[in-house]
């Protein structure tokens, strides 16, 4: 895991600009990242549910279908009350997709069209490119892409948004709750995760193939970074 809050796409230069309010228009930025990002985030349910049918072990299943219900927006009466605390409301997110909340994020910044099929083709690799990896890799490889490569990067991939958003001053906390939702909720998620992959680094092959996922998965991600910061430095020029 400390390989990945390491990793280039963890410390982008495009993720230190918008959390230092660097960029030459910080609200294009934030509207062309919620525009491109949600043809991959809104398929997270798609890649957990990959995860969950290559494991076998129903002590490494299970712990993974309570991270899905999350992504369904169904939490436990203590999560609620921890959320809470971090200024999360119940009704801001009880039975709302992930998706869903961060569907709201792009619509308060005037975002429309979530047809899948105009996703731009960076985006359709990225999601395709993960999502064979998860079902076609070992079981390692698929819980190092999602789990150490995706899930335990959130806190620090997301606060540079949550940064941003802050400068912009214009949106709405309920509007932009998925960003310190996805950070409240990561602790608990990472550490059954990481529980995983404990159990999968003592079998043969496991440590290299969790090392293998994790780093194809953060390469794909870095990539994705690369192509919005070279569109936000342009001002958004060329294709959608």
């Given at each position: 895991?400390?390989?990945?809050?390491?990793?280039?796409?963890?410390?982008?230069?495009?993720?230190?600009?918008?959390?230092?309010?660097?960029?030459?228009?910080?609200?294009?930025?934030?509207?062309?990242?919620?525009?491109?990002?949600?043809?991959?985030?809104?398929?997270?349910?798609?890649?957990?549910?990959?995860?969950?049918?290559?494991?076998?072990?129903?002590?490494?299943?299970?712990?993974?279908?309570?991270?899905?219900?999350?992504?369904?927006?169904?939490?436990?009466?203590?999560?609620?009350?921890?959320?809470?605390?971090?200024?999360?409301?119940?009704?801001?997110?009880?039975?709302?997709?992930?998706?869903?909340?961060?569907?709201?994020?792009?619509?308060?910044?005037?975002?429309?069209g979530t047809d899948p099929s105009i996703d731009h083709v960076y985006v359709v690799a990225w999601r395709d490119l993960l999502l064979s990896l998860l079902s076609s890799g070992s079981p390692a490889e698929a819980l190092g892409a999602l789990g150490l490569g995706s899930e335990s990067i959130v806190p620090a991939i997301y606060q540079p948004f949550l940064d941003a958003i802050g400068?912009?001053?214009?949106?709405?906390?309920?509007?932009?709750?998925?960003?310190?939702?996805?950070?409240?909720?990561?602790?608990?998620?990472?550490?059954?995760?990481?529980?995983?992959?404990?159990?999968?680094?003592?079998?043969?092959?496991?440590?290299?193939?969790?090392?293998?996922?994790?780093?194809?998965?953060?390469?794909?991600?870095?990539?994705?970074?690369?192509?919005?910061?070279?569109?936000?430095?342009?001002?958004?020029?060329?294709?959608?």
């Amino acid at each position: 895991m400390s390989q990945a809050l390491m990793h280039r796409a963890t410390r982008h230069p495009y993720l230190t600009a918008l959390s230092a309010g660097t960029l030459p228009d910080l609200r294009f930025a934030l509207g062309d990242f919620s525009r491109h990002y949600y043809g991959y985030s809104a398929h997270f349910p798609r890649y957990l549910t990959a995860l969950i049918s290559r494991l076998e072990n129903p002590d490494h299943r299970n712990p993974l279908l309570a991270n899905l219900l999350q992504e369904s927006g169904h939490y436990e009466p203590e999560e609620l009350a921890g959320l809470h605390r971090c200024g999360i409301e119940a009704d801001w997110i009880v039975g709302v997709p992930h998706p869903e909340l961060f569907q709201r994020f792009r619509q308060a910044l005037g975002m429309i069209g979530t047809d899948p099929s105009i996703d731009h083709v960076y985006v359709v690799a990225w999601r395709d490119l993960l999502l064979s990896l998860l079902s076609s890799g070992s079981p390692a490889e698929a819980l190092g892409a999602l789990g150490l490569g995706s899930e335990s990067i959130v806190p620090a991939i997301y606060q540079p948004f949550l940064d941003a958003i802050g400068r912009l001053g214009t949106l709405e906390p309920r509007d932009t709750v998925f960003f310190p939702l996805r950070t409240a909720i990561h602790d608990q998620r990472q550490a059954r995760i990481n529980a995983i992959a404990i159990d999968f680094a003592m079998t043969p092959g496991g440590q290299a193939d969790l090392s293998k996922g994790m780093h194809m998965a953060l390469a794909l991600r870095n990539s994705f970074w690369d192509w919005l910061y070279e569109r936000v430095l342009r001002g958004g020029g060329g294709p959608v």
